[in-house]
């Protein structure tokens, strides 16, 4: 089992460029959530899902946006990175109404 | 919106001492939770309380869930050099509007040089 899946691991990025990040999860879990580590500042929710075709924003949305086309992916994505986006970005899933959420390992961005 | 006080913000350890830190909150939470992230990887959740005054341990780790369901305490008794990472809280309110979780801002546990 391997749990919640993210990719890349690391990626550095040139201001402006694009991409995204995948969250791929087989716990069947209805929820999903992005957040961002940064030093000092804990984990922050960028995005979450609570279900198929659902999104919503979290606390820290501004330059970022999502899709759950399918129940075991989360994809987060970067339009025109700018360097105040470069953190650490965590996923999570959990189940309906579940405390325990499962974490991936994260992607390490850097935005030059 | 809702935020969590963690502290200490970091604290060094030796080895067979016990460890405290702790959570506030200026709203109350149905359910706590204690986390621990080591460096590179995700957090990975230790122990969840569910009820106002619970008291719950996990190995050398006993958590508290307040009773004014404002706060949190986490405890490491003897600790050893594996314990040493960063220590998150965090609370979560069921139906509320966002049903997810309040981090706090860590508590970064190092070895005593």
């Known amino acids: 089992n391997a749990g919640v899946t993210q990719t890349p691991k690391f990626r550095v990025l040139k201001t402006g460029q694009s991409m995204t990040l995948l969250c791929a999860q087989d716990m069947n879990h209805e929820y999903m959530y992005w957040y961002r580590q940064d030093p000092g500042m804990g984990l922050r929710l960028i995005h979450y899902?609570?279900?198929?075709?659902?999104?919503a924003k979290g606390e820290v949305p501004d330059g970022y946006n999502v899709s759950r086309l399918k129940k075991q992916n989360f994809l987060l994505g970067l339009e025109s990175a700018a360097p105040s986006q470069t953190s650490v970005y965590f996923c999570?899933?959990?189940?309906?109404?579940?405390?325990?959420?499962?974490f991936g390992s994260g992607t390490r961005l850097t935005v030059v | 919106g809702q935020q969590l006080n963690q502290s200490p913000q970091s604290m060094f350890i030796q080895e067979g001492e016990d460890v405290s830190m702790n959570c506030t909150s200026s709203s109350i939470f149905n359910t706590w939770l204690w986390y621990k992230q080591d460096p590179g990887e995700g957090p990975v959740l230790l122990i969840a309380l569910y009820k106002a005054g619970e008291l719950t341990s996990n190995g050398r780790l006993t958590a508290q869930f307040g009773i004014t369901r404002k706060d949190s305490f986490l405890n490491i008794s003897a600790s050893i050099p594996s314990d040493v990472g960063i220590y998150f809280c965090?609370?979560?309110?069921?139906?509320?509007?966002?049903?997810?979780?309040?981090f706090g801002k860590g508590t970064k546990l190092s070895v005593k040089p």
């Open positions: 899902s609570v279900g198929e075709g659902t999104t």
């Open positions: 965090a609370g979560l309110n069921y139906g509320g509007s966002q049903g997810n979780l309040i």
């Open positions: 999570a899933s959990s189940s309906r109404g579940g405390a325990g959420y499962t």
